[in-house]
């Protein structure tokens, strides 16, 4: 299957700082990615759906100032978690559908990050 | 608003089957997918149903009834790996919407 990979898998900084998480599909071009966030013994919940060349669309509730996504390329979405706080302590995993027929189908996951506030 | 319900824990032993059920209620509707969840890493891929009725891919099987709103993940002969969270998705318009997901303990 399709390949999506994640960097970094892990991340601990202060509060107030910006953190980069990069999402990548490795073997097909994706116009479309999706950004997860995932509470411990939660279930997943998307904040955004990021699309190449445009704006990210945000779900209602989630700050598209803190939470800034950027799709530059077919191949790479970036989510920027500004000012952290210890609140944005989660797992945040990106995600992408291969063109074609398994469009509707089957979705890619990357590894996810750990992003850990202190 | 959009809702998909699941048990959030199921208990069985080893070789026995488990089935865990998914009720939905989202707006756009184009199928129901199944992923599976270890602890600490990134849900993969188990089964799909755009149609009624049921899908098998080896140990693990999913039905859908559209009408219903309903479908469920069936595991059979179960292994102590398959000790997991799994989560039903619903595709809605572009978007990939979870479920609340169940933690399925295998115990020996």
């Known amino acids: 299957g399709a390949v999506v990979s994640q960097h970094p898998s892990w991340v601990i900084c202060k509060s107030g700082t910006s953190v980069k998480i990069e999402c990548r599909s490795l073997d097909f071009q994706a116009t479309t990615m999706f950004w997860y966030r995932q509470f411990p013994k939660q279930s997943l919940m998307l904040m955004a759906t990021?699309?190449?060349?445009?704006?990210?669309?945000?779900e209602q509730g989630v700050e598209k100032d803190k939470f800034l996504i950027n799709h530059a390329s077919l191949t790479l979405s970036t989510l920027t978690v500004t000012s952290a706080h210890p609140e944005d302590s989660s797992f945040y995993i990106c995600?992408?559908?291969?063109?074609?027929?398994?469009?509707?189908?089957?979705?890619?996951f990357g590894q996810g990050t750990r992003l850990t506030v202190v | 608003g959009q809702s998909l319900e699941q048990p959030s824990e199921v208990t069985a032993v080893e070789g026995a089957i488990v089935q865990i059920n998914c009720t939905y209620q989202?707006?756009?509707?184009?199928?129901l997918s199944w992923y599976q969840q270890h602890d600490g890493g990134a849900p993969t891929f188990l089964s799909y149903n755009a149609l009624d009725g049921l899908e098998e891919t080896g140990r693990f099987s999913s039905f859908l009834s559209r009408s219903d709103s309903y479908g469920y993940l069936l595991l059979q002969e179960l292994q102590m790996k398959d000790s997991a969270s799994y989560f039903c998705?619903?595709?809605?318009?572009?978007?990939?919407?979870f479920g609340t997901g169940t933690r399925l303990l295998v115990s020996p």
């Open positions: 990021s699309n190449e060349g445009s704006k990210a669309t945000y």
């Open positions: 998705a619903v595709k809605s318009f572009q978007k990939l919407v």
């Open positions: 989202t707006s756009g509707f184009y199928g």
């Open positions: 995600s992408a559908r291969e063109p074609g027929e398994k469009e509707n189908t089957e979705a890619f």
